[in-house]
């Protein structure tokens, strides 16, 4: 252990090495580094290292408190879970990136200041392009220079943002800051945007779909939620995060149910559950932030070991498109039944992760007397039950049998599916583990029968929906398709647009070269006319008529002179 | 890779195991209800109420079917309006 030491930098020192050394070295070294990391941050306890003053402003490298914590911890085992689904990887570009990415991100949760915090937040946008550009193809391309111009549009945003604040507070400590004006509206849209707030979320379902196998399941962990630790960090009891975030957990679920790309469906969904979190951190009481940072922790495990399935369907069939899939159950059992739990934690069966820690929010919501967000957040309990409860799943791996036979997935990726497997499990089990890492003290019970009861009534009615609307061949075939979202706006009206600007300034530029050319071309004319060979001042005179010129010039002026 | 049509059968193969399925998820959604009729009378269980809409006997489970009945039409009438090729945008 290193004094006062942030964990992340752990990770980012080591990326450094992983292009020198090779083989078993460098596998031991990426699932070392979580635990090394782990053990780092308990070893050094609560507290605050790093303190330094930069251009009169107080940096302060390291914190550890409740909040960060928790989901630091989550951030190492998510990572410790990844490293050894990727163990196969033999590409040193994506085991690099993937390393500063997380290094980043724990970075960025230890962070005390906004300078260091956006030094990292920076650092997890340019560096997790690159794991969306290592699939090497032109849509990879295309989709990570559109995450890339979003994600740092974020960055800009909230530099500016911090600045305004440190002119009108004095101070760049990284404590609660409250929408209070211009600079906090500033950093809560940095926030919100890497959040994937409704209408600015689009980079998440375009991005993630598009990158590698492993470099998905490592994407779907970071981002999203260190903008959640943000948003809880700076803007508990906002406000207008109710909202937002009821309008994150409805709008998704509908795209989910018709995308035919499944780890697109994951990526709606993951936008759903951050609606749970975002509402949780807008009504602010300690139950509600304790039930954000637990859901945040719960999410990981099971959104991972969703994305963890669809990546090992993808691995070994090449595809993921639920109109091309089905009947894998019978080559990939192992991963079949790890994807079924990662399904039934996300639902939040009782005993599994979703059930002990959704239920705060929903709680929260309900002891605040707010009923329509208690509402909506039962309709979008019951749409997660479809899209990620059963979609995933059934179309994958049951439905009807697309006669593809495969392998079932490496081991490597299905010890790292059996631990996510086994933290949902083991949580919803024995969830004091969990609620004993929350920033406040929990007094909470979610095993009571009339919390398991409703929630079994909500589930397994949803259940008896998805059976009845299959048998009476109601429920929407998977086709392959492109469903539009917002982000049409910016990839064809404004790409139209910015195309037309183009060629608007194509033109007004030619126009320029063209008429300034024929201005060039007239005043060449006018000077060749009288300049030009045998023109009026091109001719040449004979030196007597000069001689009489000059004498008669001096005469005029000798006269106008001598006058006076 | 395997012969589709030499391979084991598997139990889900058989379209009557299907309707099995789908009778036990009846026969377990009616006992998953009973708890509220129990309530009704006042034996066994008793509902911690957070609003008045819960009192109406199954509002759990058939808020759920609702939700997500009404889902899946509203999704699939959107489909007309939002589905594109899936080259749309290359």
């Not at chain 1, 699939?135 to 994600?151: D, H, K």
């Amino acid at each position: 252990m290193i004094e006062g030491l942030n964990p992340g930098l752990i990770f980012i020192a080591a990326a450094c090495l992983v292009p020198f050394i090779g083989g078993l070295a460098r596998q031991a070294l990426l699932l070392a580094l979580p635990i090394l990391g782990l053990v780092q941050l308990y070893m050094m306890g609560m507290g605050s290292w790093g303190h330094y003053e930069f251009l009169g402003m107080q940096i302060e490298l390291t914190r550890v408190d409740a909040l960060s914590r928790v989901f630091g911890t989550i951030f190492h085992i998510a990572a410790f879970i990844a490293m050894i689904y990727s163990l196969h990887v033999k590409d040193t570009m994506q085991q690099f990136v993937a390393l500063i990415y997380i290094g980043a991100a724990i970075g960025a949760v230890f962070a005390g200041d906004l300078i260091t915090f956006f030094a990292f937040w920076e650092l997890t946008a340019v560096s997790s392009v690159f794991l969306i550009w290592a699939s090497r193809t032109e849509r990879a391309y295309r989709a990570g220079i559109r995450y890339l111009v979003i994600q740092v549009t974020s960055g800009v945003i909230l530099v500016g943002g911090i600045i305004l604040y440190y002119q009108d507070t004095g101070s760049v400590a990284f404590g609660y800051i409250g929408l209070t004006g211009i600079a906090s509206g500033l950093i809560l849209l940095a926030f919100g945007i890497k959040c994937a707030f409704p209408l600015l979320h689009n980079w998440v379902q375009d991005a993630y779909p598009e990158a590698t196998v492993t470099g998905t399941v490592i994407l779907s962990v970071f981002t999203t939620k260190l903008a959640v630790y943000a948003l809880a960090r700076a803007f508990p009891g906002t406000d207008i995060l109710i909202p937002i975030g009821a309008v994150m957990t409805v709008f998704p679920i509908f795209f989910a149910v018709l995308e035919n790309d499944l780890r697109r469906v994951l990526a709606y969904s993951l936008n759903n559950q951050l609606g749970f979190m975002v509402i949780g951190i807008g009504i602010g009481t300690e139950m509600a932030i304790n039930g954000t940072a637990a859901h945040a922790f719960a999410h990981i495990l099971y959104k991972s070991l969703l994305f963890m399935s669809m990546g090992a369907v993808l691995f070994r069939t090449g595809t993921v498109k639920a109109s091309e899939l089905g009947g894998l159950y019978k080559s990939m059992p192992y991963t079949t039944v790890f994807c079924i739990i990662g399904a039934i934690s996300i639902a939040a069966f009782p005993l599994t992760g979703g059930f002990v820690s959704k239920s705060m929010i929903q709680s929260a919501a309900a002891d605040g007397g707010m009923v329509i967000v208690w509402l909506v957040m039962l309709f979008a309990s019951a749409g997660v039950m479809d899209h990620s409860g059963i979609k995933v799943p059934f179309f994958a791996f049951f439905a009807h049998d697309s006669g593809i036979r495969v392998k079932e997935a490496p081991m490597n990726m299905l010890i790292a599916m059996g631990i996510a497997a086994f933290f949902c499990i083991g949580i919803g089990v024995y969830p004091g583990a969990l609620y004993a890492l929350l920033p406040y003290a929990v007094d909470y019970h979610p095993y009571t029968s009339g919390h398991v009861i409703t929630q079994l009534q909500l589930l397994l009615f949803s259940v008896l929906a998805f059976a009845l609307l299959l048998r009476y061949k109601i429920y929407p075939p998977e086709l392959r398709s492109t469903n539009l979202d917002f982000d049409w706006f910016y990839r064809k009206p404004l790409k139209m647009l910015a195309i037309a600007i183009g060629r608007l300034l194509g033109k007004i530029w030619s126009w320029v070269g063209v008429t300034g050319q024929s201005a060039v071309g007239a005043v060449i004319t006018v000077f060749s006319d009288t300049h030009g060979d045998g023109k009026v001042m091109a001719r040449t005179m004979s030196s007597s008529v000069a001689i009489t010129i000059i004498v008669a010039i001096l005469g005029v002026v000798v006269v106008l002179f001598y006058r006076t | 890779m395997s012969n589709p049509d030499t391979e084991k059968k598997y139990w889900l193969d058989e379209p009557k195991n299907i309707d099995k399925i789908f009778y036990a998820v009846l026969v377990v959604c009616t006992l998953i209800t009973l708890p509220d009729i129990f309530a009704m009378f006042d034996i066994l269980y008793h509902k911690h109420l957070s609003f008045k809409m819960e009192e109406i006997p199954g509002f759990y489970g058939l808020y759920g079917l609702v939700s997500y009945v009404g889902l899946v039409l509203i999704a699939k009438q959107l489909r007309k309006f939002l589905m594109r090729d899936e080259d749309y945008y290359d």
